[in-house]
């Protein structure tokens, strides 16, 4: 009979950077990590978050010396210091890791994730993909979050938000790292890029003219590896705190659900 038990994935939490002047000053430090929300730390609070979930083994997080001030983050299976560039943290902490099977990525800088978002995306990852990454229609994420600035991108089958977190599996890294490695080489050139993702495909896409199954497949073509959306994901996943916009509206909305 087949196991009822979850599949279990280990778990990465990027938890490094230094936020622009005006936003340290609103948060009160310039280590996104640090981050207070509602009497806890981003960090702590993502932390709790993914221990929570039930298909979650051990968990990595890379990040600043101070993390290792936080009581709570000693429950991590690896505490690591963190590099240069958020690219050297992920592959870094996947190093020391070593996933067997899927690794769980994501950042520190959203604070409203939860176990249950979580589990639900990994429950439904596709089990053949190397990659996963959630999605869900932007008009879902804006009934939870009205007014919100993240960036759609709009194809042709709908207008879609992606969140901060992916799925990968353990034995494709090395694959990963070279198509990471590609895409950031290509980024400061939309010549290199065209190349890299091909003409046609770049026209389709700004014409509007492409839909989810299509960019999965073009993605999966440029790294090699099996690539799927997740759809219909938590509406939480496309929160990020990059700037004083967002610190902002997170505040306001924070706020108004007290309110209600």
């Given amino acids: 009979m087949p196991s009822s038990e979850p599949t279990r994935c280990d778990a990465v939490i990027l938890a490094g950077g230094r936020a622009e002047a005006a936003l340290a000053q609103r948060a009160g430090t310039p280590l996104r990590a640090l981050f207070p929300y509602r009497g806890s730390t981003f960090v702590e609070r993502v932390f709790q978050a993914v221990r929570g979930c039930e298909r979650v083994g051990r968990i990595a997080v890379i990040g600043p010396p101070e993390l290792r001030r936080i009581p709570a983050l000693s429950a991590a299976d690896l505490l690591l210091q963190e590099r240069d560039s958020l690219t050297t943290n992920l592959f870094t902490a996947l190093e020391a890791l070593q996933p067997q099977g899927k690794a769980l990525i994501t950042a520190s800088d959203n604070p409203l ?81 065209a190349r890299l993702l091909g003409p046609l495909f770049v026209l389709r896409f700004a014409l509007r003219l492409l839909t989810v199954e299509q960019v999965e497949a073009r993605a999966a073509q440029v790294a090699g590896l099996e690539f799927r959306f997740v759809r219909d994901c938590a509406p939480q996943f496309p929160i990020d705190i990059d700037d004083t916009t967002d610190w902002d509206y997170l505040q306001e909305w924070t706020r108004r659900r007290a309110e209600k």
């Fill in 113 to 193: 994730l939860s176990p249950s978002a979580f589990d639900d995306f990994l429950r439904r990852a596709p089990a053949e993909a190397a990659v996963a990454y959630p999605i869900l229609p932007h008009a879902k994420f804006l009934e939870e979050f009205p007014g919100a600035v993240n960036v759609p991108i709009a194809l042709r089958d709908g207008v879609w938000i992606g969140g901060g977190c992916i799925l990968i599996e353990g034995r494709a890294v090395p694959q990963l790292r070279r198509a990471v490695e590609r895409a950031l080489a290509a980024r400061k050139s939309k010549w290199k890029m």
